[in-house]
């Protein structure tokens, strides 16, 4: 269908495909979460349909009791943040397709209430690889090229507070090499979807330990000179194509359990974490770590901070025990 568009003086102008134009709407609309979220929404969704449909209820629209039925149907199997995720990808479906759904009615709105009193709210976070943890870590890197690859992106995602999809999504031409280290360019991330971009530097320490040495000590040894930072590596210590965010899981596990941890506390988010807990215990601003963190919520970076500051004094000491 196509509308014709009177100019401000009146004149008729070329003619505009609403059909064309809804379609450009919708996929802004859809373009305005990020692809993880998109992945996770149409997943909810998907499992929402097939449960409706295994019941006989209608998925679309869905009345408020279905929902809340499907919320209690999946209390055990489902955790509180996924249920609430669940909630939101039911809630946007509808809205996206024209139908209202209200998640304050009360067969949603006190099922979940009731589930947060029973199952409570806290949520099981990966074990934050602090200092300490780190070096543990890295000392079951040797010399072959894959420990050289693990080495450098441990150190470079602690460094830089770096979330899983930032780091495997760098290029060489996002990691400036001066003097004074590394200047690492996030062109997109969880907290800048419009991609205006953000800067972050990590400093040479000249330890044993410095992020910009062994970042140097990768890209040499895999003669990386374009394309993604870190890639696979073969077992024969052939380089492979990108990595994607499971794997860095994955090496970060396994690292753990060489070093005699417990892999499975670990993801791909400790070194983050681990990141802003050790720099707590350094006594180090809450401003300053967040400027590297790059959090978009206090609340989350200040739980890391209460972490650190944990046993800053000994009170059990300090009282005489």
């Known amino acids: 269908m196509t509308a014709v568009t009177p100019s401000i003086t009146g004149a008729v102008t070329t003619p505009v495909d609403l059909a064309a134009v809804a379609d450009r709407a919708a996929d802004l609309a859809e373009g305005a979460r990020a692809e993880a979220t998109r992945r996770a929404y149409r997943s909810d969704w998907k499992h929402f349909e097939e449960w ?111 979330r899983r999809s930032e780091l495997v999504a760098l290029t060489v031409d996002d990691v400036a090499l001066v003097p004074e280290g590394l200047r690492i360019t996030i062109r997109r991330s969880k907290g800048d979807q419009e991609g205006e971009g953000q800067v972050i530097a990590v400093g040479r320490t000249g330890s044993a330990t410095c992020p910009v040495a062994a970042y140097e000590a990768w890209i040499t040894a895999a003669g990386i000179e374009a394309g993604r930072l870190f890639r696979a590596v073969t077992r024969h210590g052939h380089l492979g194509s990108k990595l994607s965010t499971n794997a860095v899981a994955r090496i970060v596990q396994r690292r753990a359990a060489l070093a005699g941890l417990d892999a499975q506390a670990f993801s791909g988010h400790s070194m983050r974490a681990g990141f802003a807990t050790s720099a707590a215990m350094q006594g180090i601003e809450e401003r300053v770590i967040a400027k590297v963190t790059r959090h978009r919520s206090t609340a989350v970076l200040r739980r890391y901070i209460r972490d650190g500051e944990l046993f800053q004094r000994n009170l059990s000491a300090e009282l005489g025990l």
């Open 52 to 162: 409706c449909a295994s019941h006989g209820f209608a998925a679309l629209p869905a009345t408020p009791e279905t929902v809340g039925l499907y919320v209690v149907a999946h209390e055990n199997q489902l955790s509180m943040a996924t249920l609430t995720r669940r909630l939101s990808s039911i809630a946007t479906a509808h809205r996206m397709a024209g139908h209202p759904m209200d998640t304050r009615h009360p067969a949603v709105r006190d099922v979940m209430r009731g589930l947060r009193r029973s199952k409570g709210v806290a949520q099981r976070h990966a074990e934050a690889l602090t200092v300490p943890l780190v070096r543990r870590v890295l000392d079951t890197c040797a010399g072959k090229l894959i420990d050289l690859r693990d080495r450098a992106l441990l150190l470079v995602a602690f460094a830089a507070a770096l």
